[in-house]
């Protein structure tokens, strides 16, 4: 039998099955100001296995976590980890429950001030587990298996969102926890280094005999690595099995998330309008020969790319291939090395700052991380942009604001703050937000990142209707592959700074090039 490496955190015994599930939820509640989150879940968690937990945004999936490792008190109930409930455990016994029981959470949570393998080594550094030569030596190991040996001394900042994501799991590992708690680990990667991702944790589950509970919006990457899949709706748990038993239900709201797992359909064709051949259709963006480089490394190596007027354009490709360095150029934030960025019809290196920002203007924004406003409610979020450029009235600019939320069926969160509401609502607002003032071109970076099947799906139809009722021209960085088949006239995939292929998306399904076809068909769901 293999042996198992030992917690370098704590020198208790590890939990055997024999004792039952290594976690048992026992009717949890949970409401913030009245509003019911949790509403009697009960599940078990059993040693060894892997549980993915999905669910629709704001289901109340990543609050269950908190309560599980003890950042939250449930209204009622209890949660027993390692035989003790949580609920009822001070601040040291948390913190040495902790130390069993490690949490990835998904807004990475790493040091600015520290490398990467500083950050790594943190947690068992911190500890006095290890001295700092051979924590850094272990995270070194860690950090090369995951792909990142080239930026162990590097920091966050200089490191690509799927790059953060990679460093956070390696610290959430580096100690050989028994159960960890992964709060949506593959939000923002491509399928590629989803697939990647997915298989570590597989390996590092089956060597480490490592229990998991993993929220996630994948659904091909459930299907990988669940043992148990639990959906969780309106606040309960309303499906409890293997994988294989949500292909089996009858009940809708399991099944509309089974729905979107395959990505490739015969007959791919986008949901939206094809104005491609409009006649007289202006260049929206021209992109000739462009290259830029960041001291000795080369990120984009003669690019050219163009998007026509009335278009939905999709950029695809992995982590650090280029897709944020080419939009930073699009947006006038980042000036080539050599190469013609055109905006409008206007080559933006030849414009004073006020024109450029005059050409911005035209142009709506979403980020990936939804850089809400703590301080105002959502419906002052929205309607922030047409306030302060005095494009409306406080009191139009709230009306408008109410409008364009009821177009993603979130106008009840209207009042709500920020840190009231999850991930993906809030994503869901800061898309309102950029499609306020009525823009011109938008770009969107990873609309639907972070978003369960369902609400994905809503995102996309929003981008459609806007689209075609406005006549934009939208610009997509995507890692999703289902949402790019659905929505996308024309397709560009930017592989190490070069654009490898370029089309309609069915040109995708049919290319011989391993490149992209490992990219595309990375996020079908594996046989069963």
């Given at each position: 039998?293999?042996?198992?490496?030992?917690?370098?955190?704590?020198?208790?015994?590890?939990?055997?099955?024999?004792?039952?599930?290594?976690?048992?939820?026992?009717?949890?509640?949970?409401?913030?100001?009245?509003?019911?989150?949790?509403?009697?879940?009960?599940?078990?968690?059993?040693?060894?296995?892997?549980?993915?937990?999905?669910?629709?945004?704001?289901?109340?999936?990543?609050?269950?976590?908190?309560?599980?490792?003890?950042?939250?008190?449930?209204?009622?109930?209890?949660?027993?980890?390692?035989?003790?409930?949580?609920?009822?455990?001070?601040?040291?016994?948390?913190?040495?429950?902790?130390?069993?029981?490690?949490?990835?959470?998904?807004?990475?949570?790493?040091?600015?001030?520290?490398?990467?393998?500083?950050?790594?080594?943190?947690?068992?550094?911190?500890?006095?587990?290890?001295?700092?030569?051979?924590?850094?030596?272990?995270?070194?190991?860690?950090?090369?298996?995951?792909?990142?040996?080239?930026?162990?001394?590097?920091?966050?900042?200089?490191?690509?969102?799927?790059?953060?994501?990679?460093?956070?799991?390696?610290?959430?590992?580096?100690?050989?926890?028994?159960?960890?708690?992964?709060?949506?680990?593959?939000?923002?990667?491509?399928?590629?280094?989803?697939?990647?991702?997915?298989?570590?944790?597989?390996?590092?589950?089956?060597?480490?005999?490592?229990?998991?509970?993993?929220?996630?919006?994948?659904?091909?990457?459930?299907?990988?690595?669940?043992?148990?899949?639990a959906v969780l709706h309106q606040g309960k748990i309303i499906a409890v099995g293997e994988?294989?038993?949500?292909?089996?239900?009858?009940?809708?709201?399991?099944?509309?998330?089974?729905?979107?797992?395959?990505?490739?359909?015969?007959?791919?064709?986008?949901?939206?309008?094809?104005?491609?051949?409009?006649?007289?259709?202006?260049?929206?963006?021209?992109?000739?020969?462009?290259?830029?480089?960041?001291?000795?490394?080369?990120?984009?190596?003669?690019?050219?790319?163009?998007?026509?007027?009335?278009?939905?354009?999709?950029?695809?490709?992995?982590?650090?291939?280029?897709?944020?360095?080419?939009?930073?150029?699009?947006?006038?934030?980042?000036?080539?090395?050599?190469?013609?960025?055109?905006?409008?019809?206007?080559?933006?290196?030849?414009?004073?700052?006020?024109?450029?920002?005059?050409?911005?203007?035209?142009?709506?924004?979403?980020?990936?991380?939804?850089?809400?406003?703590?301080?105002?409610?959502?419906?002052?979020?929205?309607?922030?942009?047409?306030?302060?450029?005095?494009?409306?009235?406080?009191?139009?600019?709230?009306?408008?604001?109410?409008?364009?939320?009821?177009?993603?069926?979130?106008?009840?969160?209207?009042?709500?703050?920020?840190?009231?509401?999850?991930?993906?609502?809030?994503?869901?607002?800061?898309?309102?937000?950029?499609?306020?003032?009525?823009?011109?071109?938008?770009?969107?970076?990873?609309?639907?990142?972070?978003?369960?099947?369902?609400?994905?799906?809503?995102?996309?139809?929003?981008?459609?209707?806007?689209?075609?009722?406005?006549?934009?021209?939208?610009?997509?960085?995507?890692?999703?592959?289902?949402?790019?088949?659905?929505?996308?006239?024309?397709?560009?995939?930017?592989?190490?700074?070069?654009?490898?292929?370029?089309?309609?998306?069915?040109?995708?399904?049919?290319?011989?090039?391993?490149?992209?076809?490992?990219?595309?068909?990375?996020?079908?769901?594996?046989?069963?």
């Amino acid at each position: 039998m293999t042996e198992i490496p030992k917690n370098l955190l704590t020198s208790d015994e590890r939990w055997p099955s024999e004792k039952g599930p290594v976690i048992r939820i026992r009717n949890v509640c949970h409401e913030f100001d009245g509003l019911e989150v949790l509403k009697g879940v009960d599940l078990d968690i059993e040693v060894g296995k892997t549980t993915v937990i999905v669910g629709v945004s704001g289901s109340g999936k990543s609050v269950l976590m908190k309560i599980i490792n003890g950042l939250l008190k449930p209204t009622s109930g209890s949660v027993e980890v390692f035989g003790s409930d949580v609920t009822k455990m001070n601040k040291l016994e948390l913190q040495v429950l902790r130390r069993r029981l490690s949490t990835m959470f998904q807004n990475y949570a790493l040091f600015d001030s520290m490398t990467v393998v500083e950050n790594v080594s943190f947690p068992v550094v911190q500890n006095k587990a290890l001295k700092e030569k051979e924590a850094n030596l272990l995270s070194s190991k860690l950090l090369t298996d995951l792909g990142l040996a080239d930026v162990q001394d590097a920091y966050p900042s200089a490191l690509s969102g799927g790059m953060k994501k990679r460093v956070a799991l390696a610290r959430t590992i580096v100690s050989n926890p028994e159960v960890v708690l992964f709060d949506d680990p593959t939000t923002g990667l491509d399928p590629v280094m989803t697939e990647f991702v997915d298989q570590m944790l597989l390996n590092i589950s089956k060597k480490y005999h490592l229990t998991s509970v993993i929220v996630s919006h994948n659904m091909a990457s459930t299907f990988r690595l669940a043992d148990t899949v639990a959906v969780l709706h309106q606040g309960k748990i309303i499906a409890v099995g293997e994988p294989k038993s949500l292909l089996e239900s009858t009940d809708p709201n399991v099944l509309s998330f089974v729905d979107r797992i395959s990505i490739v359909e015969d007959n791919a064709a986008p949901v939206a309008k094809d104005n491609l051949n409009k006649e007289n259709a202006e260049t929206i963006v021209n992109i000739k020969g462009l290259r830029k480089s960041f001291g000795e490394r080369e990120i984009l190596k003669g690019v050219d790319f163009e998007v026509t007027e009335g278009s939905i354009s999709v950029l695809i490709g992995g982590s650090g291939a280029g897709k944020s360095v080419l939009m930073k150029h699009i947006l006038g934030i980042m000036t080539p090395d050599t190469g013609l960025v055109e905006l409008f019809g206007k080559d933006i290196s030849t414009l004073k700052k006020g024109d450029v920002n005059a050409l911005r203007s035209k142009i709506g924004m979403l980020f990936q991380h939804s850089a809400l406003f703590d301080s105002m409610s959502v419906g002052e979020n929205v309607a922030f942009p047409l306030v302060e450029r005095r494009l409306a009235s406080e009191k139009e600019a709230k009306y408008r604001a109410l409008e364009i939320l009821k177009t993603l069926k979130i106008e009840d969160l209207f009042d709500r703050m920020p840190a009231d509401i999850s991930n993906g609502q809030q994503k869901r607002v800061a898309l309102c937000r950029a499609l306020i003032t009525e823009p011109k071109l938008m770009v969107y970076d990873e609309p639907t990142t972070g978003q369960d099947p369902i609400m994905s799906e809503y995102v996309e139809e929003m981008i459609v209707d806007v689209h075609e009722t406005f006549d934009f021209t939208s610009i997509i960085i995507s890692h999703d592959m289902a949402s790019t088949f659905r929505i996308a006239h024309r397709v560009a995939m930017l592989y190490r700074g070069e654009i490898i292929a370029e089309g309609p998306p069915k040109t995708f399904l049919e290319s011989e090039d391993e490149r992209v076809r490992e990219f595309v068909f990375a996020s079908q769901m594996t046989d069963l």
